[in-house]
């Protein structure tokens, strides 16, 4: 980036009335090149459509509902969220259907829920029989219908029942509810972080599991009809999960440095990095950016234990080692360039998800020009 001379400023509201440079842009922002997000988008509907799978992509990575409309254009079949707040920013995609990968629990978010349902078909995935009856309620009191998912644990040991007799009880509880349709199940592959020879093993140890777990809920009078799963590091393995008929990637729009410290994308497939300025130099060998983890998040980096919250493209050397809210601290001392107050950096965030959940505006930049600006509409939306 080069240095700003000057004090450019152009507000977002004036950005598709003129062309607009990247240089024009105040910092922190949030920067997508859009070559690469387009690309990310179209693999995984390509991949999908060779084989054979739904793609229901979770929309909590860019909260976008400009972005999930694309997604959907593409080929997905419906969009993922885990909120209901999400849910109803989502519901500006127009999608023909919406999964909520998340146990909703409580009168208000079940009303708001079946308020939804009544615009577009939800399913909601769960694991136990009190939220479901709750679903079961709220969907008789709105005249709605919910589809449901049985969330199996498969390894990550957060939600999901677990597979075996348990899981057949809860499946036959759920038929027993009315205004709720089983579907089939779900599950997250989070446990499996990287595609080393422990990750591929893994997959193979996934696929036989969810077999099993079928041959029995069929022996059961149970077929699932969806086996939906997929998360961003297993995606392009996703056909050697045989069971699976759908995948939930959200990641993959963007990719971040632990997608790609995973072994599960190139850097060149990074699409999102957050620009900032150099505003202190004063210690010899560091430099101070103005982001911090107000604007990266304090995710580390999944895959290592090395004290790094980015990756700096205009300086790879830089060492991002530290934090504080609106500071950056650069370890400059082996960048292999000269660094200066006013310099413009763009940095791709260990975890891209929980970085755009901080920003209110997304720039969608093409080589220097700034082509798309996007109110990240689902940021924030906790409830
Ligand atoms: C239930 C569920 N499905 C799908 C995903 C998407 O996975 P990824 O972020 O690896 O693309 C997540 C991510 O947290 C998730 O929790």
């Not at 799978?53 to 885990?82: D, F, M, N, S």
């Not at 390894?155 to 089939?184: A, C, Q």
């Not at 920003?359 to 940021?379: C, I, L, N, P, S």
């Amino acid at each position: 980036m080069a240095r700003q001379a000057g004090f450019p400023s152009v507000s977002a509201d004036d950005i598709l009335s003129r062309p607009m440079f990247i240089r024009q842009l105040d910092t922190p922002a949030l920067l997508v090149d859009l070559d690469v997000m387009e690309r990310n988008l179209r693999r995984a509907a390509e991949y999908a459509r060779a084989h054979d799978l739904r793609l229901r992509p979770h929309t909590k990575t860019h909260k976008v509902p400009e972005l999930a409309r694309r997604q959907l254009e593409l080929g997905a079949t419906g969009i993922t969220v885990a909120k209901v707040g999400e849910a109803e920013v989502m519901l500006g995609a127009d999608p023909p259907d919406l999964l909520v990968a998340y146990p909703i629990i409580g009168r208000s978010k079940l009303e708001r829920l079946a308020a939804v349902a009544r615009r577009t078909r939800v399913t909601v995935m769960l694991d136990n029989l009190h939220a479901a009856r709750q679903l079961s309620d709220a969907a008789r009191e709105a005249h709605v219908e919910f589809g449901v998912l049985a969330e199996v644990d498969v390894g990550l040991g957060r939600t999901g029942v677990t597979p075996g007799d348990e899981l057949v009880e809860f499946i036959r509880g759920l038929l027993r509810l009315p205004y709720l349709s089983y579907e089939g199940i779900g599950f997250y592959p989070g446990h499996i972080r990287s595609l080393d020879n422990d990750g591929l093993n893994q997959i193979e140890e996934l696929d036989r599991l969810l077999n099993s777990v079928i041959e029995r809920l069929r022996r059961e009078g149970l077929p699932p009809r969806v086996v939906s799963g997929g998360s961003t590091p297993t995606l392009y393995h996703s056909h050697r999960i045989r069971a699976l008929t759908e995948i939930r990637p959200g990641t993959y729009i963007f990719n971040d440095r632990n997608t790609w410290l995973a072994g599960a994308c190139k850097p060149e497939d990074c699409a999102a990095s957050i620009l900032v300025t150099v505003v202190s130099t004063s210690r010899p060998g560091q430099v101070i950016v103005d982001g911090g983890s107000k604007t990266f998040s304090s995710d580390r980096l999944a895959p290592s234990p090395e004290p790094s919250f980015g990756y700096v493209l205009e300086a790879p050397g830089a060492v991002f080692t530290r934090m504080n809210e609106e500071h950056g601290y650069l370890d400059a001392r082996k960048a292999g360039v000269e660094l200066a107050v006013g310099d413009r950096l763009r940095i791709i965030p260990n975890h891209i998800c929980t970085a755009v959940n901080l920003h209110e505006k997304m720039y969608g930049v093409r080589g220097d020009r700034v082509e798309a600006v996007w109110e990240v509409a689902g940021r924030g939306k906790l409830q």
